[in-house]
């Protein structure tokens, strides 16, 4: 698709009508023109219940064909805002009050604290319903009342409305609501397929959580612009995705890298399966992911890695590195590939080449700001650019290297450590199969650094092997004072590494 779409029931549903554009295991493919249908049958029930186009909708439903197309439905109709189904009673309290939710949209057969919250909030519950025929991702709702009077009347162009509402990490602070409209989302995903290369002939396989702008953005809505097809087999589970990359006849899939190491855990054990695969690609974006990985996984399925660099105010993608023949640089994230993009300092200068400062970006997929937060927009934006928190600088052919976050450097008595050039170094040991290095508080430094390792299934190392190993390559001031060895490193809710209070979560300070 040349033209970028005005908004995502246009994306959703151009195309080939007969085209399959969801599949799922044992269920029916759904079609272009099945899920134009559903689009539109779900807007007229939203407004036959009263919800208006800039009403804001929680989703709390499973991964999966039905949260692939709930999605697309609803923020067609209102803005959406999905919900980890995971989180605990007050954790949907506090979003649901925060971005005003109008109604909860939950899967049916869901025994979720969230219908207990909405009840509570005065929030109307419409269920939703699987289909009896088995296609997947065709559903119905029901609702045992009306939020409002019934809405009538055509909305017009709605390119600019808010059709996506998620939150920021929270991490350092408050987390904040970052809407994004069609216009953003629609730019996003035209500049992901046009960075890919997607046709009408890709499908991807959807493990990424549909809760997350990877997952929604990165995964599903690429794919749809281009014409292609999505196979949504649930949530993530390492022990069945060889099962399904058999079965779905995928030609990429995109994931974080901690979810890549889970995969190639399971590698060998699925030979066959691997060796039949014909993937195009391989993606990586949300977090950093190590050299000698991606090294690995091309190894494995004999194609490329794409490592991107996205985040949620950009509708996901900003950076990414170029398919073959073009030049891939392991380390970096790769040119721009949307926005623009550039590094400033502190005064609002932007920076030559290998200059290191905050990286910057502008472009149509970037949000306009904050929803109610003046404080927060006035320091995100200088000069018409978005300040992503993010370290890093742009080499002399364009590609860009992240070297931490503005937040998450470690201040060690004056120092300056970037927590992934630790990272980096851990990983290279012949033992360490996954690493996060943090900050350690420390009486007379300030801060301290400090790692978490996962060693490989059968190997050994100790604490002095590794302090060792990485004292030998990086200035002593750089050496872990303690590092820590667990069977799993602490997560957030997709499967992302936070750093920030890392130690407070492994026990390590109270």
Not at 106 to 118: F, G, H, K, M, T
Request: aromatic share 6%; charged share 20%; proline share 7%.
């Amino acid at each position: 698709m040349n033209r970028v779409p005005r908004n995502i029931r246009e994306l959703a549903s151009s195309g080939n009508p007969a085209a399959d554009v969801i599949l799922a295991p044992e269920q029916s493919p759904m079609t272009r023109a099945g899920l134009a249908t559903q689009i539109d049958e779900t807007v007229r029930k939203l407004r036959s219940l009263g919800i208006r186009p800039d009403d804001h909708i929680a989703i709390v439903h499973h991964d999966g064909p039905h949260m692939a197309a709930l999605f697309l439905a609803i923020s067609s109709g209102a803005a959406a805002a999905p919900l980890n189904p995971a989180y605990k009673r007050e954790e949907f309290e506090f979003y649901m009050t925060d971005i005003e939710a109008k109604a909860l949209v939950i899967q049916a057969d869901l025994d979720s604290p969230a219908r207990e919250v909405a009840k509570q909030l005065g929030i109307a519950v419409i269920n939703v319903v699987p289909s009896p025929d088995g296609i997947a991702g065709k559903f119905s709702l029901e609702a045992d009342q009306p939020v409002g009077p019934a809405v009538t009347g055509d909305s017009g162009d709605i390119s600019d409305n808010v059709a996506l509402v998620l939150h920021t990490s929270g991490t350092t602070s408050r987390p904040k609501i970052v809407p994004l409209t069609h216009r953003n989302l629609a730019a996003s995903a035209n500049n992901i397929a046009r960075t890919l290369g997607l046709s009408d002939g890709d499908r991807s396989l959807i493990i990424m959580p549909l809760f997350h702008i990877h997952g929604l953005v990165g995964a599903l809505l690429s794919s749809l612009h281009a014409g292609g097809s999505v196979y949504c087999a649930g949530s993530f589970n390492a022990l069945k995705f060889f099962g399904w990359l058999a079965e779905s006849k995928v030609s990429w899939y995109s994931a974080v890298p901690t979810m890549h190491q889970a995969i190639l855990g399971r590698a060998e054990r699925n030979k066959d399966i691997v060796a039949a695969q014909k993937l195009r690609f391989v993606r990586s974006s949300s977090a950093s992911m190590p050299p000698a990985l991606m090294q690995t996984i091309e190894k494995l399925y004999g194609c490329p890695v794409i490592e991107a660099y996205g985040m949620t105010e950009a509708s996901h993608q900003m950076a990414s590195n170029p398919l073959p023949p073009a030049s891939r640089k392991p380390g970096t994230v790769g040119l721009a590939a949307g926005p623009d993009v550039a590094v400033m300092d502190d005064s609002g200068q932007l920076l030559p080449p290998t200059k290191e400062g905050e990286i910057v970006i502008r472009g149509a997929n970037v949000t306009k700001g904050y929803a109610k937060n003046p404080g927060a927009n006035e320091s995100a934006f200088t000069n018409g650019w978005f300040r992503t928190g993010d370290l890093g600088y742009i080499d002399e052919e364009g590609y860009l290297t992240i070297s931490g976050r503005l937040k998450e450097i470690i201040n060690r008595g004056g120092e300056k450590i970037a927590p992934r050039e630790v990272d980096d170094v851990l990983m290279e040991h012949p033992a360490v199969a996954q690493v996060v290095t943090f900050a350690l508080p420390h009486e007379k430094l300030g801060e301290a650094v400090a790692a978490a390792v996962i060693l490989k299934e059968g190997a050994s190392a100790s604490e002095n092997d590794l302090r060792g190993f990485v004292s030998g390559r990086l200035a002593g001031f750089k050496v872990p004072s303690k590092i820590v060895f667990v069977p799993e490193i602490p997560k957030g809710p997709t499967g992302k590494m936070q750093r920030i209070g890392m130690a407070k979560r492994l026990g390590i300070v109270e």
